[in-house]
């Protein structure tokens, strides 16, 4: 076996431990960051047409015979969940920069690399990637009016304008994949390991621009750094447990689980686009802060996720 894709294979069959040594990656190469962070869009192109390619598209496709649960789940991520996080992060008398940040983040659209993850996490990876998809649509519909409406956030972006931004991204994945799928062919399946070794890379260089300027202000202001991550640790797994604890009652343990997960991971790499230059640059920190529990949520979650899908 070439060697390449020995190391590969070996690491899409550790990416859960392997995801954490990413955020090292960003914060060793901060002379980069900065010139790095044009990159975030290719980077973000290339991870979904992995996970577009080594999907199993007979689940979506029955998945798609009832596409109420996914544009459902999607609605719900986007306005019911920041309707109910809102009032909650208000009255814990954070930094102001938090709860506008943590609010902001949950009415983002899933992550781009959720349907990556959720399959290093043996959830529903198909649903997860229609999830992302939808709430990709979507997102330019809710975002301006309810950050608008609850925070008084004006983002003086049209919905027409980033709805073409995100499906620029859609539709080159979707490309790329077709050509990975027509090249591989039959050994498309025995080819999978690769193709998530290849993710796990792609994440690992995504960190790189994402963790621009943390060590600086780690250095300058290490308990109000820590005090975000904290934060971001707390919105995923709040938003997490709203949506499960929801969908637990109607769904399948696998489908209420990735649903929830998906709701905790959100694209807040998105706002670095839509935010005006105005904005309380504590929201920047925070995009910078939520990279660690994005990064380690996954490896963090994985023996309890296991553990449920015993139950």
Known sequence: MNPVVHVLRRMGGRATTILPLALGVGLIFQDIAAAARPLLWPLA????????????????????????????????????????????????????GLVTA???????????????????????????????????????????????????FD???????LSLRLASIVLLATIGAWAIRRALADRLVENIPTLDGLSVIVLMIFAIPL?????????????????????????????????????????????ALTAGYCSGGRHNA????????????????????????LYLMPTLLEPVYRRLSRM
């Open 270 to 293: 998105l706002l670095m686009a839509v935010l005006p230059a105005s904005a309380d640059p504590d929201i920047f920190l925070f995009i910078a802060a939520v990279q660690f529990p």
């Open 155 to 161: 983002l003086h972006i049209s919905a027409v304008d």
């Open 211 to 255: 963790m621009d300027g943390v060590v600086a202000r780690a250095i300058a202001e290490p308990g109000k750094l820590a005090g975000f991550i904290a934060g971001a640790f707390a919105g995923m797994v709040l938003c997490n447990l709203i949506v499960t604890a929801g969908c637990l009652p109607f769904l399948p343990r696998r489908e």
């Open 102 to 152: 943590l609010c902001l983040s949950a009415m983002a659209p899933g992550i781009i690399s959720a349907a990556t993850t959720a399959g290093f996490l043996r959830l529903d990876a198909p649903l997860a990637l229609l999830l992302t998809l939808f709430s990709n649509f979507l997102v330019p519909f809710t975002l301006p009016p309810l950050a608008l409406w609850l925070l008084g």
């Open 45 to 96: 192109v290339a991870l979904l047409m992995l996970a577009l390619a080594r999907m199993d598209w007979a689940r979506v496709v029955e998945l798609l015979r009832r596409p109420g649960l996914a544009i459902f789940l999607s609605l719900a991520n986007l306005i019911v969940v920041p309707l109910i996080v809102f009032p909650l992060w208000q009255t814990l008398g954070l930094w102001p």
